[in-house]
């Protein structure tokens, strides 16, 4: 029992381990309530920044989306343009055989014109020949035929006199 009195004195009659001890309790109250209302003031803290962050990082996110699609339509447009350069320089490249071909072509048709007015100059020389040939049977003919009328008498005097002028008659 002594000791209990003891310690009951010892809180009853030292006022300041009592003060001490108050002190104590309100500062523990006063830590205990500002750590709950600021874990919670920390929580919506914490809260609002990822929120932040994460309207940032959207936003960023949207953007860089939508330059990948600006480079992508830059990377179309641009091959686009390295095929039609590519098929100007295929196309550059096949028109020197055009162009021997086409001269070839050219050496060909010239050959085959060459011959083709040889052989019409031979054509027409025979032809001419032949026509000529005919022409003199023909006349020859036509002066015997003449001839013939005048011997036998079937032509009148006029012609025979125009006839014997011309010296057709032998």
């Known amino acids: 029992m002594s000791e209990r009195v003891k310690s009951q004195r010892c809180r009853v009659l030292n006022p300041e381990k009592i003060r001490e001890t108050a002190v104590w309790k309100e500062i523990y109250e006063k830590a205990d ?22 309207s940032d990082l959207s936003s960023k996110l949207e953007a860089e989306a939508t330059k990948y699609k600006n480079l992508q339509e830059a990377l179309k447009l641009k091959e686009a343009e390295l095929k039609q350069i590519y098929d100007i320089d295929a196309a550059a490249s096949s028109l020197p055989a055009l162009i021997e071909a086409h001269r070839m072509k050219r050496e060909e048709f010239e050959v085959a014109e060459a011959k083709w007015a040889s052989d019409f100059v031979t ?29 036998t008498g079937n032509m009148n005097v006029s012609v025979r006199k125009l006839y014997s002028k011309m010296n057709c008659l032998d």
């Open 33 to 54: 309530s500002a750590v709950s209302v600021d874990i919670v003031e920390c929580v919506d803290a914490l809260k609002n920044a990822i929120c932040r962050e994460l």
């Open 123 to 151: 054509k027409k020389l025979d032809i001419e020949v032949h026509f000529a040939q005919e022409a003199a049977d023909v006349e020859k003919k036509r002066n015997v035929s003449w001839k013939n009328m005048i011997i």
